[in-house]
């Protein structure tokens, strides 16, 4: 993605700048599209090169109340939930609905279409310069808009150029990858944040800076005191 001033230009390869001010920022974020994962499956989301130290692309702001949406979550199944009090958060900022009429479904997956949703509700549900580009995402579709500003944003990238997966679960360690490009974050957190957990070697080379951060953070912790799980599908939770 190319972004003047902080604003995005969209998916261009060559930009010709008019009107040149001393103020005026240029920035090209780029990502490395040939990565496979230790599945073996290509990904475009799973690494992003040497490009630490910048503005977060969702800027940080206070999230209003959503009108209509309860306060306390009111979900039947989150009552005597861990995540209940988080649940209850999200819900009350609109910036995720339950799957049924009082029912969360806190253990259900989050597949790539629901978290594109949730980045675009967190910035303020802004307008696309465009469609979406991806064959794989109608736009009669209720993530359509949200996908293709996370795109234009460089967020979130397709999993192919034609096919941007919207229906695809998304991993614990791909969560920790999209929240640090996110977060534009500039620090670098030694290993032995991983090295806590047994399973810390399943971490994929290419989530190991992002999953040595989101534990940091503690934006995510194990599933159990033993097991980070990172290429366990995400929860709703």
Request: a negative charge; charged letters at 25%.
């Amino acid at each position: 993605a190319v972004l003047l001033d902080g604003q995005s230009l969209g998916a261009v390869s060559q930009y010709t700048l008019t009107d040149v001010r001393a103020e005026h920022c240029l920035t090209a974020r780029f990502v490395w599209r040939g990565m496979a994962d230790e599945s073996g499956d290509g990904g475009y989301d799973q690494y992003e090169p040497e490009a630490r130290d910048q503005a977060p692309l969702i800027p940080a702001r206070e999230i209003p109340a959503k009108e209509g949406h309860d306060p306390g979550g009111g979900y039947a199944d989150t009552t005597e939930h861990w995540a209940a009090e988080a649940i209850a958060y999200v819900s009350s900022k609109g910036l995720m609905k339950g799957t049924a009429p009082g029912i969360f479904g806190p253990e259900e997956t989050v597949d790539r279409g629901t978290l594109a949703v949730i980045f675009w509700r967190m910035a303020g549900e802004p307008s696309a310069e465009a469609e979406a580009a991806f064959q794989d995402v109608s736009q009669e579709k209720w993530y359509a808009q949200a996908v293709a500003w996370a795109a234009e944003q460089g967020i979130m990238t397709g999993r192919s150029t034609d096919d941007f997966a919207p229906e695809a679960a998304l991993s614990r360690q791909e969560l920790a990858v999209l929240l640090y490009r996110v977060s534009g974050e500039g620090s670098r957190i030694a290993d032995e944040m991983l090295q806590q957990y047994s399973d810390s070697e399943q971490t994929a080379p290419w989530a190991r800076e992002a999953m040595n951060w989101a534990v940091a953070n503690a934006l995510l912790v194990g599933r159990s005191p033993e097991y980070l799980e990172p290429q366990e599908s995400l929860t709703r939770a």
